[in-house]
C-alpha cells in the first residue's frame, strides 16, 4: 500500500472515531464509512488489517486507566479486591499462558484475528461478517502462498459462544467420563 494512501484511510478512520459514538461503532462500520469517504473497499484483505490496526490503536489511546486507591481503602470493585490469593495466581497464569499462545497480535491473510493456532492447519480467529462478531473454528488450506478458509469448520455468533462457553465444564466432565470408561 503507498504511503499516501496509507496516510488518507488513517487520517479518515480517526476523524470518524473521533466523531463516533463509541458504544455503538464497530470496526464494520467504521470500515464501510472510511470505505464510502474515501471511494476504495476497506474490507479487502490488503486494507482489513490495516483499518484494524488503527482502530485498536485508537481505542489503546483512549482507554483511561483505572485510578489507584488511596492508601487503606479498597478498590470500587470489592470483589476482585477480596479475591483469594490463589485465584490471582491461577488468573496471571492463564494470563501468562495467553500472552505465550497469542504473543503480538497476529492476523490471517484476510485480516481475521487469529486468537489460537490448534494444529497446523485448524485454528480459531475473530472476524467481522456482515456486521456481527463470528469465533471461527476453521481448517485452512493454502493455495498460492496465501491460507484460505475450507468450508470444515464452524462460525459462531457471540450469543452461541456464550453458550458454548457456559457449556464447557460439562463438556470436559463426559470427556473425562467416556475417556475413563476406555481405560
Given amino acids: 500500500m503507498e504511503p499516501e494512501t496509507r496516510s488518507r484511510i488513517e487520517e479518515t478512520v480517526l476523524e470518524i472515531l473521533k466523531s463516533a459514538d463509541m458504544e455503538n461503532m464497530t470496526e464494520f462500520k467504521v470500515r464501510k464509512m472510511a470505505s464510502d469517504k474515501l471511494g476504495i473497499n476497506l474490507s479487502a484483505p ?24 488511596e492508601p487503606g481503602r479498597k478498590k470500587a470493585n470489592t470483589e476482585v479486591a477480596e479475591r483469594e490469593p490463589k485465584e490471582e495466581e491461577e488468573e496471571e497464569e492463564v494470563e501468562e499462558d495467553r500472552g505465550k499462545s497469542i504473543g503480538v497480535k497476529e492476523y490471517d491473510d484476510d485480516g481475521d484475528l487469529i486468537i489460537c493456532r490448534l494444529s497446523d492447519k485448524r485454528k480459531v480467529t475473530i472476524q467481522d461478517f456482515r456486521g456481527k462478531t463470528l469465533v471461527s ?30 457449556n464447557v465444564p460439562a463438556i470436559e466432565d463426559s470427556i473425562l467420563k467416556m475417556e475413563s470408561r476406555l481405560m
Fill in 137 to 166: 473454528i476453521r481448517e485452512f488450506y493454502r493455495k498460492d502462498g496465501k491460507e484460505l478458509p475450507s468450508s470444515k469448520g464452524i462460525s459462531l455468533t457471540a450469543e452461541q459462544w456464550a453458550a458454548f462457553k457456559k
Fill in 46 to 69: 490488503e486494507y482489513k488489517p490495516f483499518v484494524r490496526q488503527v482502530v485498536e490503536t485508537f481505542l489503546q489511546s483512549t482507554e483511561e486507566p483505572e485510578p489507584e486507591p
